[in-house]
């Protein structure tokens, strides 16, 4: 039987991606460490959130034992997984904390940004022509009404990711909210952007909600086919802080 996207077995099996992944026979970093797994190595469980530390587990079934394995060594691959000449159909791809894409995974069809539309400081600025075509109009429209946005980070591969990942964990330990794992990063389908001011005056700051730029983008981005992803209201169902720059296109106009 075909699977719906968000009905996909629990026992789907996770990926290590880290180095390795230690199991352990109790969450908790302090815990005794039964083995380790290698990178590449797959394991099937349960999640279980511990909600003394924040932190997610895995509980395998190993050799007749429960263990538990940190989440943040893991990724996992959804079933729906399915390129259209190499790319993800644009608003139908299955990302989030739990299900991502192949950490290789690449949209052929990802375009420069260039100014006006981009934080000048060197750095290239990618998305799928789609994406950028439909940033550009925003960021021209918000012109129009005397609003300068910028796109201050858009497509991340998949081992960029990783680095991101490792520095937030390492700065701010596994329970960390802010940073996905390789592979369940939006950013890796090339159709997400954060946006800002143009003195990043509020960059990657909760205050960029409340600033005119901020305002103006929960007003008027679906109609060039953006969403915030991470909002007050579903840190719960995401597994994220809220992130007001973070903005995701998902295919033309969704506010009909
Ligand atoms: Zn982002």
Same mark, same amino acid.
């Given at each position: 039987?075909?699977?719906?996207?968000?009905?996909?077995?629990?026992?789907?099996?996770?990926?290590?991606?880290?180095?390795?992944?230690?199991?352990?026979?109790?969450?908790?970093?302090?815990?005794?460490?039964?083995?380790?797994?290698?990178?590449?190595?797959?394991?099937?469980?349960?999640?279980?959130?511990?909600?003394?530390?924040?932190?997610?587990?895995?509980?395998?079934?190993?050799?007749?034992?429960?263990?538990?394995?940190?989440?943040?060594?893991?990724?996992?691959? =959804?079933? @729906?997984?399915?390129?259209?000449?190499?790319?993800?159909?644009?608003?139908?791809?299955?990302?989030?904390?739990?299900?991502?894409?192949?950490?290789?995974?690449?949209?052929?069809?990802?375009?420069?940004?260039?100014?006006?539309?981009?934080?000048?400081?060197?750095?290239?600025?990618?998305?799928?022509?789609?994406?950028?075509?439909?940033?550009?109009?925003?960021?021209?429209?918000?012109? @129009?009404?005397?609003?300068?946005?910028?796109?201050?980070?858009?497509?991340?591969?998949?081992?960029?990711?990783?680095?991101?990942?490792?520095?937030?964990?390492?700065?701010?330990?596994?329970?960390?909210?802010?940073?996905?794992?390789?592979?369940?990063?939006?950013?890796?389908?090339?159709?997400?952007?954060?946006?800002?001011?143009?003195?990043?005056?509020?960059?990657?700051?909760?205050?960029?909600?409340?600033?005119?730029?901020?305002?103006?983008?929960?007003?008027?981005?679906?109609?060039?086919?953006?969403?915030?992803?991470?909002?007050?209201?579903?840190?719960?169902?995401?597994?994220?802080?809220?992130?007001?720059? =973070?903005?995701?296109?998902?295919?033309?106009?969704?506010?009909?």
């Amino acid at each position: 039987m075909q699977q719906r996207k968000n009905d996909a077995p629990e026992s789907h099996p996770w990926t290590v991606f880290a180095a390795e992944a230690e199991v352990r026979v109790l969450p908790g970093g302090d815990t005794q460490v039964l083995k380790r797994l290698k990178a590449g190595e797959r394991v099937s469980g349960t999640l279980y959130r511990d909600s003394r530390t924040d932190e997610e587990w895995l509980v395998a079934r190993l050799d007749g034992q429960h263990v538990y394995l940190q989440l943040c060594t893991l990724m996992r691959v =959804h079933p @729906g997984f399915a390129p259209v000449n190499g790319n993800l159909p644009i608003g139908a791809e299955f990302v989030n904390r739990w299900w991502g894409i192949p950490t290789t995974y690449e949209p052929n069809d990802l375009v420069a940004l260039e100014a006006p539309y981009i934080i000048e400081d060197g750095k290239e600025y990618r998305l799928r022509a789609e994406a950028a075509d439909a940033v550009k109009r925003m960021v021209d429209a918000a012109a @129009g009404d005397e609003i300068i946005l910028r796109v201050v980070s858009s497509y991340r591969s998949g081992e960029y990711q990783r680095g991101l990942f490792e520095k937030a964990c390492r700065k701010d330990g596994a329970a960390q909210r802010y940073s996905a794992r390789p592979g369940h990063s939006e950013h890796q389908l090339g159709t997400a952007v954060d946006i800002c001011d143009l003195k990043q005056e509020h960059a990657f700051e909760h205050s960029f909600q409340d600033t005119k730029e901020g305002e103006w983008l929960t007003a008027n981005a679906g109609r060039f086919g953006f969403r915030r992803s991470y909002t007050d209201a579903n840190t719960e169902e995401t597994g994220y802080i809220s992130e007001p720059w =973070h903005w995701r296109y998902w295919g033309k106009d969704i506010t009909t």
